[in-house]
């Protein structure tokens, strides 16, 4: 079976759906033939099951069958936007791990990183996190935020609760499976005693994610598992 | 706090210690001056707090405090051995996260895999997952065993509970504080069937990992972070 992204909303039950550019190359390396079974993703709650066809000159896909998943409890992951390498395989892990939305946080220690992540590397980013979900087979693929600084971020409304990725912190705590959830990572370096500070103030819980201190990637994966088996046990008990 | 790796073993209350040379490099890039504090990790339980000295061409630490922490309960990661850079990648990630030991698989599908992980890799994959510790601050770091195929590590005595990270498995179960546990994770591409069937025949008990299928470094990191929290409950009730 082959997995292909559509675009949100363009999935409907007996029409041609036809496939975007970068998705009918990928087709051509995959040597899929006509007829062949295909999967399409939307990332918005949309997986079509059909069939390749040829119509002219694109190819499209004949939806024989949708079915749609209600989209999951907000997981916001706030994380430091240093290196955008490294930032862009977070955003394919977060998505394979089930996170709602990606802000990346423009924060002191982070602004001096010279590889840091810009406006400009948004559309890769945002194209990296679709294409996680062909692997993972995840509805829903998260959305990415533009940077914007951390003050900005906290003036907004808060969503659901709130933890602070922090060695010092205590074990995380239960979380009801149908409860929002923010979390913060500062970017490598950490967030500054000003910038912890304000994250306090507006609520934020500082919680500990491992043994160890861990960089910031590895705190944000934490954060999305630790969120996913919270849930799993307010939902069995 | 400047943090650097002694050998297993070298560090004794009131000794000068001399360093590496590789710690001594690190040294020159942070340009430390003599007299300065150095924690040193030996990766083997033992923890020394000193100052720098110079004694004659080459730098010491003079011991001033040690701590020992006892070796924590096995946390085998068996993981197949395909991409080094990814794997290498996963070294630093689970020494972080607690590993005691990482153990490389060949396995079916990795073993076509170019750049796959071989023996010629493995000094500096120990030497990775050692490095990690001075920025987690561990005193255990995780041993890396040489690649071997998936029958014979089958065929060695099982350390503890057994887990396979599994995308269709059950949710992860508790785990009591002090118990092993050994986690096998396929390459990329998974297991075959018939490496599936030899590891369920073995005991190994697949367990789902996250919400969605996972990536095998996903994978990996997401059982490390389970155990730990399944850990953490077990010990707080």
Chains 1, 2 share one sequence.
Do not use: C, N, Y
Request: charged share 25%; no cysteine; proline share 7%.
């Amino acid at each position: 079976m082959i997995t292909l992204l559509a675009r949100p909303g363009s999935l409907v039950a007996g029409a041609a759906v036809p496939l975007e550019a970068e998705e009918e190359r990928h087709l051509a390396v995959r040597r899929a033939g006509l007829d062949s079974a295909i999967e399409l993703l939307d990332g918005a709650g949309t997986r079509a099951d059909g069939r390749l066809l040829q119509d002219g000159r694109r190819l499209t896909v004949r939806v024989e069958r949708l079915t749609t998943e209600p989209q999951p409890a907000a997981m916001v992951l706030a994380v430091g936007a240093g290196d955008r390498d490294r930032f862009g395989l977070l955003a394919e892990q977060a998505a394979q791990l089930g996170a709602t939305r990606l802000v990346p946080l423009e924060t002191d220690r982070a602004v001096s990183v010279a590889t840091r992540l810009r406006h400009a590397h948004l559309e890769r980013l945002r194209r990296r996190a679709r294409e996680a979900i062909k692997q993972s087979g995840a509805a829903w693929a998260p959305a990415v935020d533009e940077p914007l600084p951390l003050a900005e971020f906290l003036s907004r409304p808060r969503v659901g609760t709130a933890w602070l990725a922090d060695a010092e912190g205590a074990a995380p705590p239960g979380l009801p499976a149908a409860d929002p959830l923010t979390v913060a990572v500062g970017p490598e370096g950490g967030f500054t005693a000003e910038e912890r500070a304000l994250l306090l103030g507006a609520g934020f819980r500082p919680v500990r994610l491992g043994p160890h201190r861990l960089r910031f990637e590895t705190a944000a994966l934490a954060a999305l598992i630790t969120a996913w088996l919270a849930r799993q046990r307010g939902r069995h008990g």
